[in-house]
């Protein structure tokens, strides 16, 4: 079974039901033991680093998602929720994020184009490293395929965790990994096909090695 957290941030239901379509069970839970009993965690968010950090701190829920982690369970965080999985965030202050990947969350306006919106809110094409294997998350995607995204802050001091990445008018990281920690700036729930793909290879990643 799928635990979708729910600690108070998130597109939590349309994740259920994306995870349903392709016939993977999955509930949305803030209880403890769900967490614990689950195969695989998903971490979503959206909104602000500090509040959704704050709601995770006094949801009681990072000290858990941390172990669950560290135990090898799988572990995906989605747009914010993938931030969150990083030391820390510059979003509006420094806040401390979950420390399971190393890096930081910033501000995406210093490196891309004036005339290029903010918040990035829409269809965006995935570029694969060339210089490591593809990641079994994307066993069924294509260089190139477009994902949809909605965020203002990106992932950067984090090379070697880089799984994808996206260009809006500069290179952003799309998804990262870490043994059995992986993460989505991209929205896969609302991505089609090719993000419902993603979805069906997280359920099928082993823990740790």
Not at 78 to 105: D, V
Not at 180 to 199: A, W
Request: charged share 20%.
């Amino acid at each position: 079974m799928i635990a979708i957290i729910d600690y108070g941030v998130g597109n939590l239901f349309s994740l259920r039901s994306s995870f349903r379509f392709i016939g993977e069970e999955a509930c949305v839970s803030a209880d403890p033991a769900v967490l614990k009993a689950a195969d695989r965690l998903i971490l979503p968010g959206v909104g602000a680093f500090s509040d959704a950090a704050a709601k995770l701190h006094y949801s009681g829920l990072k000290e858990l998602i941390q172990e669950e982690a560290a135990a090898g369970k799988p572990l995906m965080g989605i747009c914010l929720g993938m931030q969150m999985l990083f030391e820390r965030s510059l979003e509006y202050g420094t806040h401390q994020g979950l420390g399971l990947l190393p890096g930081s969350i910033v501000p995406m306006e210093p490196v891309i184009p004036e005339n290029y919106k903010i918040p990035h809110i829409g269809w965006n094409q995935l570029h694969f490293p060339v210089d490591k294997p593809r990641h079994s998350l994307f066993r069924e995607a294509k260089e190139g395929d477009y994902v949809y995204f909605v965020h203002s802050y990106y992932a950067t001091d984090c090379d070697s965790l880089v799984i994808a990445n996206t260009d809006y008018g500069a290179v952003l990281t799309a998804a990262v990994a870490k043994e059995n920690v992986m993460g989505c700036q991209f929205h896969p729930e609302k991505s089609g096909s090719v993000g419902l793909n993603i979805l069906r290879a997280f359920c099928q990643i082993g823990g740790k090695a």
